[in-house]
């Protein structure tokens, strides 16, 4: 089982737009599967950000969107805040009937 | 509205078996068409699946932990467990229950968590 691949961590000014992206394989991503998203802050449990790749869970705003591409996916978010400090996680499904997570990414604002 | 909320030793010993319990709240555990998650995080590392029991009976786990790994749900208690064998310093974590929805076209949807319980693996 693969890890998805994420950057270790990107920054963006306040009212910036920033993209996080989610690479994985012909396995995962790539065969179909969709991509859920998951904000999380220091010690606390990971938040659903966004799932089948780009809905938005109630009370979620819409500056979060997330696409895909090929075996790839990304986390846009626009008019960046402060409270958007935090870590994020991209995760997927794969072949061998895993979920599987990215390696994380953490955002400075 | 449904919580979740994990209990069990913060301390196991190398070797020991790492038993875990996740109790549900503001619903019956077997009332939904749901699947319980286990997800566990090392300090200052990401998120790692572990495992789900589906509302079928049917398990399906993480490859590198599969022949170390139970899963189990208990409806009497409202209580789902997880139980891992023969732990080493490596399983020192963040463990965190969570719950998706297995109706509806994507996988593993994890919209609920509980607040997580770590768990160190030291002699």
């Known amino acids: 089982q693969s890890v998805l691949t994420q950057p270790p961590s990107v920054s963006g000014a306040p009212g910036q737009r920033v993209t996080i992206s989610c690479s994985g394989t012909?396995?995962?991503?790539?065969?179909?599967?969709?991509v859920h998203w998951y904000q999380q802050f220091p010690g606390t449990a990971p938040k659903l950000l966004i799932f089948?790749?780009?809905k938005r869970p109630s009370g979620v705003p819409n500056r979060f969107s997330g696409s895909k591409s090929g075996a790839s996916a990304s986390l846009v978010i626009t008019g960046l805040q402060a409270e958007d400090e935090a870590d994020y996680y991209c995760q997927s499904y794969d072949n061998d009937l895993s979920a599987l997570f990215g390696g994380g990414t953490k955002l400075t604002v | 509205q449904l919580q979740l909320q994990e209990s069990g030793p913060g301390l196991v010993k190398p070797s020991e078996t790492l038993s875990l319990t996740c109790t549900v709240s503001g619903g019956s555990i077997s009332n939904y068409p749901y699947a319980w998650d286990w997800v566990r995080q090392p300090p200052g590392k990401g998120l790692e699946w572990i495992g789900s029991?589906?509302?079928?009976?049917?398990?399906y786990s993480n490859p590198s932990l599969k022949s170390r790994l139970t899963i189990s749900m208990d409806s009497s208690k409202n209580t789902f467990s997880l139980n891992l064998s023969s732990v080493t310093a490596a399983d020192t974590a963040l463990y965190f229950c969570a719950k998706h929805d297995t109706r509806g076209s994507s996988y593993v949807v994890l919209d609920l968590w509980g607040q997580g319980t770590l768990v160190t693996v030291s002699s």
């Open positions: 029991f589906y509302y079928t009976g049917t398990t």
């Open positions: 012909s396995s995962d991503i790539g065969a179909g599967y969709d």
């Open positions: 089948g790749t780009y």
